[in-house]
């Protein structure tokens, strides 16, 4: 049995996941900061959920990559 190789490659993956981090980023402060209106305390909030994220993402991204569900032959 010969494995379909993932149409993505890595670097394709990891520049993904840190555009929507950059959004994703943006979003979290703004609204972090609407609930807390401290920019110290909204920033911590950001580096540490979006750190996390960021890795999940990537790893969900890589596993998606290896399904051929949806997918149309190329």
């Not at 979290?28 to 580096?47: E, K, M, P, R, W």
């Amino acid at each position: 049995m010969n494995p379909q190789k993932p149409l993505e490659t890595h670097p394709r993956s990891i520049a993904k996941s840190v555009s929507y981090r950059v959004v994703s980023v943006a979003v979290d402060y703004t609204v972090a900061f609407f609930f807390t209106h401290n920019l110290a305390f909204s920033a911590g909030i950001v580096v540490f959920v979006d750190g996390y994220s960021t890795l999940l993402y990537y790893l969900h991204e890589r596993i998606w990559a290896h399904i051929r569900w949806g997918r149309r032959p190329t």
